[in-house]
């Protein structure tokens, strides 16, 4: 019965499935991928083969402008650009002294065949044998080190630190031995995805780093970015869809290098949306909702968790949204590690854990965990916790010029609450978003999907009116509306029907796409289908900006099947509103004020109702059976098509907001996020004047995966 139970395991279809993908992926890289890879080779290096993949506006730019153009930009959406070079060539010396020593000493140890590598040495040869096989005894993969570029990494920091081109020129003679390599693609450092990986993001901070000195070489460009763009195109082709944090490596690299190389490659737009999707699926397979990685091992735990914080600040800081449910298992995973720590900062061995390096990590276990909990607490804005040799090299100058919020704390689920909250010593803004789902019929729902609350450090701002009571009658009715929420009402009517004490049908269907923050920005996008059911069927997204403590913009994007009315509801806590001009009011409370400004691309009004009883509108029901009245804002729009866009602005009253909707007119430069309904960017003209620029676009497709942004703030 055993070896028939063990025969039905080995037919499973699931089996066999994955018995002809091995054997597939086996005989792929051994005969068919090494002669794909040959024949793109060969394409690439032919006249006009590398500019056909180029981007149409640099195809005909010769490449050393391409490199320069590159170098500058980089910065924006990747761990560092050219920008950032004096930068850390004047504060990293002062501020990291011992690591600039290690540094400079392990790129001269590189100019006599000594390769540095997780607190390991080599000795060889320069240049490298890069295919060579023997190893002295235990070494393992460590021939396979030359290999993967980390030598490149070195010579690149070296060379901004010190500025002095022994460095460079040593970087270049390796290169050129390389390039001039015949290449044996059936072998390992190609064959595995995480060596191609690897050597891309190191050949890409080197074409970064040695940018300006690589301009004189103009012979050496081209090969170098045959090179990358074949990388770049194996690792997309051989992704690991069998390994567990194989596939998370892969995704990671797959992400940065594509994110980096938008306005370089054409391709890369779907290398980084596919890197995101695949991210983004396999955090949520792969960590449990407590933060454990599914693996069981404390040395794979350290390392994924490193990969993926490092691919969320790549994305926030690219302006992308991160799924909130994947910022929360990050999360929870940094703090798994921060409970096993022992207090002499040592990590208890569980499953594959070991006290040395790693050829594949960077260092010994301790070491990494310590960069994961500075990269933690610097993107979470805790400076005072974040000072770590290693995160300039993987923020820029951002990790002194622009760094994020002092303090700001953001949580939330896809399918919840979120909140957020940012702080200093004399002001606080929380932010609650209601994102979430419900069930129909007898419910204690509201009808109040992308409803949001928001108090300072004085008390409640704009509230939720509460329940009232459980009796059904009107008032019942109305504190379950749309109508009394911070939301938005289309057409006169409630997301869903509410009747009774209880009934609500249908149930709302709301969906939490994605956070985002950097340096004082923080994000929320989500988005509804509640008003699916009405002729117009109309979809709402939402996007929640928070500037620090003293801004908050709220951006709706509606898109329905023919033109519809807005009414966006605020409803505040008490004190009164009084207009100032004809797009901003101005509400106070005692000693507290903010100014509310408001934007729309088409003709609009604006009505304050307070203890109104025809129709029912400004009231709060807080206390059971009691009606209090309180000021409430309609801002009220109809929509000239199938598009609506409404922005709202609520800041404090030293700032002077310009809200300003442009339609869309070619690329947009240095926009600070791609939100569904177009991009957003904030320009400060001076320190209390601000202005919103919202960049209308129907086609900026309103999903998570598709939001690639640009750049960062201007």
């Known amino acids: 019965m055993d070896r028939l139970e063990r025969l039905r395991e080995q037919l499973h279809p699931r089996s066999l499935a994955r018995t002809w993908f091995l054997i597939r992926r086996r005989l792929g890289q051994r005969w068919v991928d090494p002669w794909w890879l040959q024949s793109l080779q060969r394409r690439l290096s ?16 010769p490449l050393a402008e391409v490199v320069t153009r590159l170098a500058h930009k980089a910065g924006q959406a990747f761990f560092f650009g050219a920008s950032d070079l004096s930068m850390l060539a004047l504060r990293y010396p002062a501020e990291f002294p011992e690591a600039t020593e290690q540094i400079l000493h392990e790129a001269d140890d590189l100019l006599q065949g000594r390769v540095h590598y997780a607190e390991t040495i080599i000795e060889t040869e320069l240049p490298f044998k890069w295919y060579a096989t023997s190893t002295a005894p235990g070494m393992e993969k460590w021939h396979r080190i030359p290999a993967a570029f980390h030598w490149l990494k070195t010579l690149m920091q070296a060379f901004w630190l010190s500025q002095e081109e022994r460095y460079a020129r040593t970087a270049t003679m390796l290169l050129e031995n390389w390039l001039s390599t015949s290449h044996s693609f059936g072998h390992d450092i190609w064959r595995s995805t995480n060596f191609v990986g690897l050597r891309a993001l190191n050949l890409l901070q080197g074409l970064i780093g040695f940018a300006s000195y690589w301009q004189r070489y103009p012979e050496l460009l081209r090969p170098l970015f045959v090179q990358l763009y074949l990388h770049l195109r194996l690792l997309e082709r051989r992704i690991e869809y069998w390994g567990y944090n194989h596939l998370l490596w892969n995704a990671h690299d797959l992400t940065l290098l594509g994110t980096a190389l938008q306005e370089t490659f054409m391709d890369a737009t779907r290398w980084a949306r596919r890197g995101t999707e695949m991210m983004n699926r396999e955090v949520m397979r792969q960590f449990a909702p407590d933060g454990i990685h ?13 990969l993926l914080g490092e691919w969320i600040a790549v994305l926030w800081k690219a302006g992308q949204p991160v799924p909130p449910e994947v910022v929360w298992r990050w999360n929870q995973s940094v703090e798994v590690l921060r409970r096993l720590r022992h207090a002499d900062g040592s990590l208890p061995l569980y499953g594959d854990g070991y006290r040395t390096h790693d050829p594949n990590t960077e260092g010994r276990l301790e070491a990494i965990a310590d960069f994961l909990f500075a990269l933690h607490a610097y993107l979470h804005g805790f400076q005072e916790a974040a000072r770590h040799p290693l995160l300039p090299w993987k923020i820029g100058r951002d990790f002194w010029t622009d760094c994020p919020q002092p303090h700001s704390q953001m949580q939330g689920t896809k399918t919840g609450i979120a909140s957020a909250r940012v702080w200093n010593e004399k002001q606080q803004l929380v932010l ?44 019942r009715t109305y504190f379950r509306s749309t ?24 149930a709302l269907r709301a969906s939490l796409d994605g956070c985002w923050h950097w340096r004082e920005w923080s994000a929320w996008v989500a988005h509804h289908r509640n008003y699916q059911r009405l002729r117009a069927r109309v979809l709402h997204w939402r996007t929640l900006l928070i500037g620090g403590t003293e801004l908050l913009v709220v951006l709706d994007y509606l898109k329905g099947k023919r033109p519809f009315r807005v009414e966006q509801m605020f409803h505040f806590a008490g004190g009164r509103l009084e207009q100032v001009t004809e797009s901003s009011w101005l509400w106070g ?17 604006v009505q304050v109702f307070q203890g109104s009883e025809t129709p029912l509108r400004g009231w709060s029901g807080e206390i059971r059976g009691q009606p209090r009245p309180i000021p409430t804002l309609v801002y009220q729009s109809h929509s000239s098509g199938q598009h609506h866009w409404i922005v709202a602005a609520l800041a404090r009253p030293h700032l002077t907001i310009t809200l300003d909707l442009q339609p869309a007119s070619g690329r947009s430069n240095n926009p600070l996020l791609r939100v569904p309904g177009g991009i957003v960017k904030m320009i400060r003209e001076n320190p209390t004047a601000l202005r919103i620029e919202w960049i209308l676009a129907h086609a900026c497709t309103p999903t998570l995966r598709h939001c690639m942004a640009e750049a960062a703030v201007e």
Not at 46 to 61: M, N, R, V, Y
Not at 294 to 306: A, C, D, G, L, N
Not at 483 to 506: E, F, I, K, R, W
């Open 46 to 61: 032919q006249p006009e083969g590398l500019e056909a993949h180029l981007c149409p506006d640099i195809a005909s730019t």
């Open 589 to 605: 409370d005692g000693n507290r004020q903010w100014r509310l400004w408001f934007a729309c691309a088409a003709p609009a009004s």
């Open 432 to 475: 609650c978003l209601q994102a979430g789902n419900s069930l129909s019929g007898q419910v204690h729902a509201h009808a109040d999907s992308l409803s949001f609350t928001l108090s300072d450090e004085a008390g409640d701002l704009l509230i939720d009116p509460g329940g009232y009571g459980e009796v059904a009658d009107k008032w």
């Open 294 to 306: 599914v693996e069981r091992s404390i040395h794979y735990q350290v390392f994924v968790s490193k």
């Open 483 to 506: 109508y009394a929420h911070n939301t938005v009402v289309v057409d006169g009517h409630s997301m869903s029907q509410v009747q009774g004490v209880y009934t609500l049908y249908p």
